[in-house]
């Protein structure tokens, strides 16, 4: 699904292009952006009601579409003064509407001159922030991006409602980390998206350990660096030796110190982000079933 972060890039991104300098055009005119739209396949009645209720004003119809509200309004409205409220089938129509509005916009923006390096700045930012929710341009077309099958913004639900389940102590922590190594993503900032993934995992490391300690009556554990917290996890039973080794392993080829020849930081920072978004995952069930066994070796 797309995100509320998306369609806040989406409407600086529009508001930058539609924005109209002393003695100047805009870079993107409503009318243009609107013939775009149409000729995109966007239902004339959806342009017709942005305009004559919105005004054309981003920051009320863009999450508006986000929500189903628009396409509920235009599509079910019975003329009797209340507002439907929208259906699954509405906030699909919202989320495909907002997929086209979005291309549109990163088209525009990536076929300025070289020397309007802004919008084509916000245009990078949309597309990695969708990333994010699970989608990429491909061919111009925004589709769900998936790895082997996989769907990478239900893989990252299922790990935070995994989380959220075991209810570590340190529950927000882990949910700062993880809103930052979003935005540091987003942002381009690829030594601090990788540093902040890490420290989302590292999160999660202690979390499950203090979590062992209150619940399974586990001795309290004095955290220091992360290879001593693994060891102690292989002590507890949670993990294997080999497991242990595997995690830091990992831990050393994902570092952002040091060179990686061949492999461009942003690429780093995603691969990054996929692999432990699957370590995490991992580790959470298998605490799953330590904390079934009795917090007793499996």
Not at 104 to 114: K, R, Y
Not at 184 to 192: A, C, E, L, M
Not at 278 to 295: D, M
Request: charged share 20%; hydrophobic share 40%.
């Amino acid at each position: 699904m797309i995100s509320q972060r998306s369609v806040g890039r989406l409407q600086r991104l529009l508001t930058m292009l539609m924005a109209r300098p002393p003695q100047t055009l805009p870079l993107l005119s409503w009318p243009e952006y609107r013939t775009q739209l149409y000729e995109e396949g966007v239902d004339v009645h959806i342009l017709d009601h942005i305009e004559s209720e919105y005004q054309s004003r981003l920051s009320r119809f863009l999450p508006n579409l986000h929500n189903g509200f628009i396409p509920a309004y235009v599509y079910h409205n019975t003329g009797l003064g209340s507002q439907p409220a929208p259906n699954q089938k509405d906030l699909v129509r919202g989320q495909a509407l907002l997929a086209v509005f979005m291309r549109v916009a990163i088209q525009h923006a990536e076929d300025l001159p070289e020397h309007l390096p802004e919008p084509k700045a916000l245009a990078n930012e949309l597309i990695r922030s969708l990333e994010i929710d699970g989608y990429e341009l491909v061919g111009g077309k925004l589709v769900p991006a998936t790895l082997k099958g996989m769907k990478l913004d239900e893989e990252d639900d299922f790990l935070i409602r995994l989380i959220r389940a075991l209810q570590p102590p340190n529950l927000d922590v882990i949910r700062h980390h993880h809103k930052e190594a979003d935005e540091t993503f987003v942002n381009g900032n690829w030594g601090s998206a990788s540093s902040e993934t890490r420290n989302f995992f590292v999160a999660v490391l202690r979390g499950l350990r203090e979590a062992a300690t209150s619940r399974g009556g586990l001795p309290v554990f004095t955290f220091g660096n992360e290879k001593g917290l693994m060891e102690n996890y292989v002590k507890i039973g949670l993990l294997t030796e080999e497991e242990k080794e595997a995690i830091l392993k990992l831990w050393v080829l994902l570092s952002y110190s040091g060179s990686h020849v061949g492999i461009q930081p942003q690429h780093r920072a995603r691969l990054t982000r996929l692999l432990f978004l699957g370590l995490t995952q991992w580790l959470c069930l298998k605490f799953i079933a330590f904390e079934k066994n009795g917090f007793k070796p499996l």
